[in-house]
């Protein structure tokens, strides 16, 4: 596949790093936001979107839930990194002349006990790759930013101390979204369906929605609940399953939803990664 995947961010984003690790044959191409992402590849000037859907320390990305049912594409893959945090800093620069850091605010807190053992003040920025940008048009010694090794690579930073985050664990999960769907079966740990529904007004439409899965043995490895058109009572429900909507598992259990739902959209269907294992 030749062409451009779509990230929003700055050059040297997470988002970025996954594009490359993901799909190394295609062109990333920067965005300002998750829309101008969608409209990218609705448009044609970009062939995929990398769109963050989850951290293992942070839940769900803000807003992405109620984008992806209204963007018109389809999830064709996942892909998961590990966010490496690293302090990054002008040439030269030693850790103890570093006073303040600026990076995105989600990176702050689980960096707390480095910049705490350092002494060193942590400031929010918009973006992390943004703040690297800015800080070599600074040029300030006594200043780093929190960001990816590939931002220091790309705005010519240096790395003065890295992996720096409190717990090692923390990942992002990404969805790779096409203007087409991909029905094949594919990858080698088996298939993802991931769907959005409204159930019923009914009592205990929900319970009853879910035994659908539980009686035909298909497992729902996520279930969120996110409110529709700023209503208290409009629930839209996001879910995650493992396998392939031809399985006559899945069927069984698709069919039970149906009937104790408003509407139901398949999202997407993708081999597992096998980051889940």
Do not use: W
Not at 94 to 119: C, G, M, S, W, Y
């Amino acid at each position: 596949m030749t062409g451009r995947i779509a990230f929003q961010g700055e050059p040297g984003a997470y988002s970025h790093e996954a594009c490359i690790k993901a799909h190394p044959e295609l062109e990333p191409l920067a965005c300002h936001s998750f829309e101008e992402v969608i409209e990218a590849v609705s448009s044609g000037d970009a062939d995929l979107a990398m769109l963050p859907i989850e951290n293992t320390t942070y839940g769900r990305v803000a807003d992405i839930h109620r984008l992806l049912p209204e963007s018109g594409l389809h999830i064709i893959d996942e892909a998961f990194v590990r966010v490496r945090i690293n302090l990054l800093a002008m040439p030269g620069t030693r850790i103890e002349d570093v006073k303040t850091v600026r990076a995105h605010l989600v990176l702050l807190p689980q960096t707390a006990e480095f910049l705490k053992a350092n002494k060193i003040l942590g400031h929010a920025a918009a973006d992390s790759a943004g703040a690297a940008a800015e800080l070599v048009e600074s040029n300030a010694r006594d200043q780093g930013v929190l960001a990816s090794a590939l931002a220091a690579e790309i705005y010519g930073l240096e790395v003065i101390a890295s992996d720096i985050e409190d717990h090692g664990h923390n990942t992002t999960r990404f969805v790779i979204m096409a203007r087409e769907p991909d029905l094949t079966r594919r990858g080698d740990v088996g298939m993802m369906t991931t769907f959005v529904f409204e159930v019923r007004n009914i009592p205990a439409a929900l319970y009853k929605a879910m035994g659908g899965f539980a009686t035909n043995g298909v497992n729902m490895t996520k279930l969120e609940s996110y409110m529709v058109s700023g209503s208290f009572t409009a629930t839209q429900f996001y879910a995650d399953i493992e396998g392939h909507p031809d399985d006559r598992n899945v069927q069984l259990a698709m069919e039970e939803l149906d009937y104790f739902t408003s509407n139901t959209e398949v999202l997407g269907v993708y081999p597992a990664n096998k980051a889940r294992h």
